[in-house]
Each structure stands twice: as C-alpha cells, then as structure tokens.
C-alpha cells in the first residue's frame, strides 16, 4: 500500500483520539491501547452524538408516517443508505440493504439467492482464508441443495494461490465468494481480478469487504462485484450495522429474504407483493437509530479520506512488523509481501497466545488470542490459535511500541 | 503484576501433578472452551464418596492447565460434597496470584469439569 | 384489564414524562404530542446513556476476547438477555435470542424451524389480525413448501371467533401463530386458551407479542406459549431490538437460522458444530450496545411494573374512548368490549385518514394514517385505512384532549 | 393554519376539475402510493407537444386529489417541455396554503403521474 496522503487536511493521529471518549479509559490502571479492530472499533463523539440526537430529538418509525418525527426519520434513514452508497461507489442508493452485520449481509445472498437459484452440483468457490460467516452459510446450501463448495488454497507467505482459484472455476461455478482482506493475515485480494475471472465463467462474485471498507479506499464499480458484504461496527459505526451491497437489477430479481412488514407492496390472506428496493430486504422496523450514527460513521472516513487512512494504517503496520520481527520467538503468520490492511497475527514461541494476551491485559492492551473465526485457515496454517493486533486510525506507534514490551514480558514469564 | 508471582503457577504448568489418566476410574468427564481450545479431562477414583485418587490430562493455557494441576493437588482425601460445595473464589484464590476477571474461564476449567465428572457419577 | 396499581411508587405520569428528552421537543411551534407508540416508543435517558456508556466506556467484541473490555462487554450482553428472560418470566435466559425486531424474531421460527420440519399439507393457523410479520412468513413457507394456511376470523367488535379457532384446529396444525395484542384494534386475546387448545392437538404455539410485553404483564410459562416474538424498540429500547423466546429443548432440536462466526462450535472444511444456546442463533457482532440498552429500558418498565403500566395504560383508553364517542361521525373499530391495550384505530366521516392525520400533525400531534401493516384485517373490516392512536405510560389525558381537539378541526376543515 | 386558509384545495378536491378519462388519449399513466392507498391516473391529449386536454381520475387524500385537479387546471395549452422542467416548488406554492413537508408526497403526486405520462409517450 503505497498511498500517499494527498489530503486537504494532516492527519493527526493524536487530534484525532479526541475524538473517541473510550481512549481516556484505563484499564488495570493503564491507559487503554485497543489493538482488537478487526472484532469491532471504537466510535468517535460524532458517532455517539447522532444516536443521542436522534433519540432526543427524531426518533419514530419511517415510512408510513404522516407525522412530522416520521418524515424526519425517514429522510435521515434514506440519507444513511445514499452516504454508504457513495463510500462505496455504488451510483444507486437503493442498492445499499443494511443489516445487522456483515453476516447476515452474507446469509441473505445465501438464503434470498443461492437458496433459489442453485441446483445439486452446482459450484460454490471460497477461499481457505474465509472468516466464518463467509463459509457456513454455504455449507448449509451444500447440506440443503448438495452444491459442491470448493477452496482455493493459500500460500505460506498470506497470498492466494490464483492459479489454483482459476483452474477452481468452472462452468459449474455459480459464485465465487471471497474476502478482500483477510481478518487473520491481513492478505488484501485481488478481487478485481477475481471478479473478471469468475464473470467470464458466469459466475456472480461477492466480496466480503468487513475488514477492507473500513481500512481502504473500496469501489463497488471499479472491482466489478455483484455483491459486497460489510460491517458498519467494524468502521465506527454502533454494534447492530452492517450492509450488503447487491447489484440492483440482482437484487430486483430475487426473492424477498425476511417477511413481514415494510417490505411488502400489498398483503392479501392469499398473497403478497413486494416493496421496491431496498425495502424488499429490510422487513420490519429496521435499526434507524443504528443506521444514521453509521452515517455519521462515513461521514468521518469520508473527511479523513479513505486514502489517508489507509496510507497511516500502513505506516504503523510497517512499523509494528519492524518492531516484531526484531525477536526471532515471534513467529509472523502470512506477512510474505504485497498489500496487506493493519493486521498481524503472531506466535509467542512456547507461550500459549491466550497467556500472551493475558499478559498485554494486564498492561492495559487489547489484543485478541483465538481461532479469529477462521478455523480452516488456522488449520491450514497449523497453528489452530494465535494472538491477533489489528490497528485502526486512531493506533499510535506509541501504542505497538507498548504492546511489544509487554509481549516480551509474556515471553520472559511463561517463555 | 511482576513476573515472580506467576511463580506457582508457572510451577505447576511446567511440572504437572497428577498429569495422567486413571483406568477403570469411577469418574470421568472432559470439556473444553471452544473459543480457546483449552480442554480438560479429569478421571477420579472414589472410594465411599471420597476422592481417593485423581489424574488429569489435556492441553491449553498456562492458567487453565496450571490451576487443574493445583485443584488435583488438593482434592485427594476430600469428600464429593465438599468439592460439589466448593466456591470459585476457592479455586481462585489458590492460585497463588491475582487473576484477572478476564482469566477466570481459563481458572475455573478444573474445577468446573471435576464436579461434572462428580455429578454424573452420582446421577448415575 | 382492572388491574389495581399494587406499586410501591406513584405512578406519576408528568414526572415520567421528564426521562424522555424528545418530549420535550416542539413540533410546528407546538409541543409534540407523541401517540404513535405502536410504531416505536421514545427512549427514557436511562436508555440513551445506557448506549452512550457502553460506546464510551466499555465497547468491545464479545465471546472471544481475554481482554477487559471484551469481558466487559461479554457480560454486560449476557446480563441484557437475563434481563428480558425476567420480564417475561423465562427461567432460562439462554432461551432469549436477540433479533433485530419481532419480524426477525418470526422469519427466525419460519426459516429455523418451519421450513425445516414442515411437510406439504401441513397446516399453520393465523388470524385475521396478524400484523404482516405473522402472515407473510408464513405465506412463503405455503409457497415454498404447500403447507396450509388458515385464517380465524374476527368479530365486529374486535373478538377472535375462539368457536372458530377451535374447529380450525385440526390433527394437521402444527403451529398456531398469534398475536398476543392487536396493534390495529388493541385486543388482547386469550393465548393462555389458545395455546391449551393448540398443545391439545399436538400443534407448537407462537405467540407475538410486540404488542403485549411492553404494556402488560406477560408470563411464557403461564401463556405455555413455544415460542414468543417481541420488539425492543416497541418498549423503550434502541431501535434494531428485539427478541424470541423459545423453549429451550425445542431451540436445542432445531436447526440454526444464520450462519457464521460465533454460533459455531468448530468449522472444518467440510462441516460445522453448533455453539450452545442462545449463541447458536445469534451470528456474526450481534448488537451489543443496543441489547445492553434494551436491558436499561427493561429495568424501567421493571422499576415501575408492568401491572401498573397496565392500569395507567387502561385509563387512558378508557378516558380517550369516552372523549371520542362524543362524536358520531367518528368510527372507533373493534373496541367491542373486554380487554384492549391503549390503541384506538377509527375514521373521521367524509375526512381522508390521511387528511386527519395531516392536521393532527400541524398541531404537533403524532398519529399513524395507513393500513397498519394489518391489511388482511383492514380489508376485512371494510375500510382498508384509518386513523391510529396508541398510548404508553408517558402520555396524559391532557394530550388526549389535545388530539380530539384536532381532530374536530379535522372535520371542520374536511368534513 | 386556520380552516380557511385550506379553502383552495378544499374547492378542488370537492369540486375537482377535470375529472375522468379521455378516450384515445395520447399519454396515460397511473400511479399510487402504496402506503396510504392514494392513486392517481392522468390522461393527456397532445397537439404538436402542446397539451391540448387532459383528466385525471384517482381517490386519496384531500391534498392528493386537490393538487392534481389544481395541476389540470393549469397545464393545458403548455408544452410538454414545460411540464418537464416544473419543479416540485411550483406545484407546493399553486396550493394556496404552505404545505407540510409530512405531506409533500401526496402534494406531488399528481405531478409525478404527469411527467411519468409524457416521459413514457416521449419515449415511445
Ligand atoms: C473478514 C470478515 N468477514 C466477516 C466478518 C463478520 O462480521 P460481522 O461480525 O459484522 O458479521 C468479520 C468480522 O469478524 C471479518 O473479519
Ligand atoms: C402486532 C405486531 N407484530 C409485529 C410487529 C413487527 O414489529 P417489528 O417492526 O419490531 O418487526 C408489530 C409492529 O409493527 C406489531 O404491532
């Protein structure tokens, strides 16, 4: 990532810290050092503030409303759904369904999509560098339907092997479903590629973009993608939020996913016909209050600019693997080269990573140690559990200078 | 926290007790925590509802596996009603060291396996 | 519903009314008059600083972390289901799954458990006064696998036929699914009835309760009630909650709904292993600080009692129905007699619901025109639109007066 | 807002001009709003892109069916030009009264049937 910062405005990691109330915590009398973004980020004031104001001042049901906090809301709510849009690159606003997580943004291409419209053998192509949620849900449709759900395999140094995913592709593939980066390896994929290779087969493409919308300049258009899977908590928005990004005449073609409310035309007891796009998708009372503080989220990116964020983020990454790779009893999984977000995942020669994390707690750091919902990469990589940091904006080399003494404390205690 | 006071801990996850399986053992129970991969397994040798021997085996954390080798160390000779009425603050503080609320799942395994290893025997 | 207010504290409506900041907010110049609480609720302070603390203090992925904020966080979401699980007298909390609404809440027994388990020819029995969160599912469940969808009727005066529940009630039900209170007529119907008449045939009984839990007492192993949908944001809670109940053998038999990190136990390449309850049903980030939220707002109705929520409510709709039979040329539907929660649907002679709603608004005053998302029901009652009003514990005779006030000039203007 | 000042739309909506349906109509479109059950359908005769004559027919709310009969009343004899390029802005201030934003749906209704008529005839 060679980005350089070409922004109206410095980017002040420091300024900017102010801005996320949580930083001023301490924790087991330490200032807090939160290395766990890739779980789920903190959230500045503006964040804060848009669910406070909105509960305070707009707060009511949308749509159907001839009231006044109604029409309000409804105008916020829409206004959250074109803000996504735009960070995205997406021109229709209407192409944006939001929902919980970047999970169910998955299962409802699995269920409203594959569901319907895959056969027995027909073929379903992940990777091996998958997080959970993009590969249960097609091993659900393998179990229900028998699809056929094949891997491409990843290299010891964190890339994929691409000729392997090409040789996968088939002309029974159906969907090739793969992350554009990864929460483990921090590997960004080349999904346009990706996505050129698996349209020529006839294959619709989805891109798990959770760790890569909130780290990276993403433009739907641009790689091509027939579907985009993305957390809204993971780039600052509240826990609830997340969106799945359809093409829209994909999304017009398919069948509803959720029932009920909202999301229907006209309801007789015989049958039903559904509402236009988004609202197909997004049945019953949606998290509106969620959706806009989301929207304040992008609006914060948006000012720092993707790029920049991107380009910092790559800088203490650079800097956090200089520091790590200085002890030759740290073992760095997958950083072989090339493109990579803010991510490293590691090992503690002859110290248990729930030890290592244990030990950077008691410091104040949050880091995380576990399988990182990614089990068959861990496998894979024959580790089954490491600790993970992950950075954010608002990280400091400070911060990883501090992780990194307290991860040579863990080593000199259970080493 | 200062390295020293893992001392005991430290002790007991570098030289196990009672690492083993009994054959034939009266009691027997295995769980892990899925989300860390610590698993332990506890067989118990009864005799007239007191422990009268106890091994364990399994894989994991230095708390987790250090404070099932202490709880092992100290269950011999006790009644199945006293390790059923046993406190988590009993096991945690024999630990020899301040645990962190956020270890306590890691610290209390031991235990919590060896009165399910208890309670399905008497179920039984 | 002669519930007796047994409270230790007063229950002091104007003192209430100074936890909820947005009534304090003016609407055309007139302070808002908010009656639309069938749609959303407002939010005490207790509620919004519940969110506003947990962003700026404790925020964190949960399950997974050995840091202290993920611990934080980790018991903070348990205790929100424990929470809920009180309130409707569930003595497990891990038979509370939180969903984003009670329309989630139903597609999750839909998807989970009838699309599964149900055969050709089955049969689920609604009525006609489902919301569309309770037809619609079901309806596609008809669609996908032929099972049968029956209806019961509904009397003039807002009654479910019980005779005719009872002979729709065949050796084929399987589920009977109905709403506990009606958010168009405000019926409260007999589900503890129900259900014994359902369980005696070997049908499951669903039981939605959007608009029942926030307003009255409601007991699931009294009901016997399977399962039992509910809206948190229906109660006082964050938008994007709500939640289900199911008996935990029968959550434990079924299936998963959605499918990915964190209701897994372990993933391999060719399958997965459930996490336990209620983790099995709660995929991907759940909504961490608006479950913890929710809990705040539980603990408000808790403090007060629901009993007494109950009483305050039902004198309100007594004083309302008074206030509007004044007048002949308004058309009150259903309120037949028995018990109701504070929800009133009715027609203005000669004015467009719309219209009055529409003026109700130029006076600050809140109300829903439209179908109600009820249109079976509407169409039904031959009027396929009308005026709504609905209470909650922070609404006063005086806005009452208010709103028929307005509504008078309604028909002055448009009559 | 006192009663009076809905006069306008009052006379419109119960005296509604240009009510019906032109046979052999040049453009025709009809469109509703499914939440609130308003619907309205406009024929227009063409002459040369001018419009030459033009009925509606629908049922809604009072500001729904007001506005389109306003709306007839004053587009007969502009071109479909003209039509094109109104704004929203125009429509609101032909009412006589300031509408609430809560109702510019249904205010507009009728405008957006008419351009959709001619957009589809344009088209075609
Ligand atoms: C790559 C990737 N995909 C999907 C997810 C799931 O995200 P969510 O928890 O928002 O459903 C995550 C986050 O854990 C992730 O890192
Ligand atoms: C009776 C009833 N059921 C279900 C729902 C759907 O609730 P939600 O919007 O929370 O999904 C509602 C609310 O509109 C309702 O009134």
């Not at chain 1, 002309?171 to 080349?190: D, F, Y």
Request: glycine share 8%; proline share 4%.
């Amino acid at each position: 990532m060679e980005r350089a910062a070409q922004n109206k405005t410095v980017f002040d990691p420091l300024k900017l810290r102010e801005d996320f109330p949580i930083l001023r915590r301490r924790v087991h009398g330490k200032p807090l050092v939160y290395l766990d973004n890739a779980a789920t980020t903190q959230k500045p004031n503006a964040v804060i503030d848009a669910l406070k104001n909105y509960y305070e001042t707009h707060n009511a049901n949308i749509h159907r409303g001839v009231h006044t906090l109604s029409y309000e809301s409804t105008l916020m709510y829409e206004e959250a759904h074109e803000k996504a849009a735009r960070l995205i690159g997406a021109p229709d606003w209407r192409s944006i369904v939001f929902t919980r997580n970047a999970t169910e943004s998955i299962n409802l291409v699995a269920y409203a999509w594959g569901l319907r419209n895959l056969k027995k053998n027909d073929e379903v192509l992940i990777t091996l560098m998958e997080h959970h949620s993009n590969i249960v849900p097609w091993q659900m449709l393998r179990d229900r339907i028998g699809i056929r759900l094949n891997y491409v395999r990843v290299g010891r140094g964190g890339e994929l092997d691409l000729d392997g995913l090409r040789g996968l592709i088939t002309e029974r593939t159906r969907l090739v479903s793969v992350v554009h980066a990864s929460n483990v390896l921090g590997t960004i994929n080349p999904v346009k590629l990706i996505a050129d290779a698996a349209h020529k087969a006839g294959a619709l493409v989805l891109v798990d973009a959770a760790q890569s919308v909130p780290h990276l300049p993403v433009d739907v258009i641009d790689i091509g993608c027939d579907f985009l899977a993305a957390s809204g908590h993971k780039m600052m928005g509240p826990t609830g939020t997340g969106f799945l990004y359809g093409k829209p005449e994909l999304l017009e073609s398919m069948d509803p996913f959720l029932y009920g409310g909202d999301m229907i035309e006209k309801v007789t007891m015989e049958r039903s016909t559904w509402n236009e796009l988004p609202w197909k998708f997004e049945a019953g009372t949606p998290d509106i209050g969620g959706a806009i503080a989301l929207g304040a989220a992008v609006d914060y990116i948006t000012a720092l600019g993707p790029e920049n964020v991107a380009a910092y983020e790559d800088e203490l990454l650079g800097h956090a693997l200089g520091r790590l790779s200085e002890h030759e009893w740290i073992k760095i999984y997958g950083h072989g080269g090339g493109e990579r977000v803010g991510v490293i995942s590691f090992n503690v020669e002859g110290v248990h990573p729930h030890d290592v994390a244990g030990v950077l707690d008691e410091e104040g750091i949050a880091v995380r140690s576990g399988h990182h919902c990614a089990q068959p990469l861990m496998a894979d990589l024959g580790m089954d559990y490491a600790v993970r940091m992950s950075f954010y904006l608002y990280n400091t080399k400070e911060e990883i200078d501090l992780a990194v003494e307290a991860i040579k404390k863990a080593k000199r205690i259970f080493g | 926290m200062e390295p020293d006071q893992y001392e005991y801990i430290l002790d007991h996850y570098k030289n196990p007790r009672n690492y083993g399986k009994i054959e034939g053992a009266d009691a027997t129970y295995e769980e892990g925590i899925p989300s860390c991969g610590d698993v332990v397994r506890i067989d118990v040798k009864l005799n007239d509802g007191v422990i009268e021997d106890v091994k364990y085996s399994g894989t994991g954390c230095a708390i987790s596996q250090a404070s099932v080798s202490i709880l092992t160390d100290s269950v011999k000779g006790k009644s199945v009603r006293d390790i059923l009425s046993m406190k988590d603050e009993d096991m945690l503080s024999a630990l020899g060291k301040p645990i962190s609320p956020v270890r306590f799942k890691c610290a209390l395994l031991g235990v919590k396996v060896l009165k399910k290893a208890l309670l399905a025997k008497t179920a039984s």
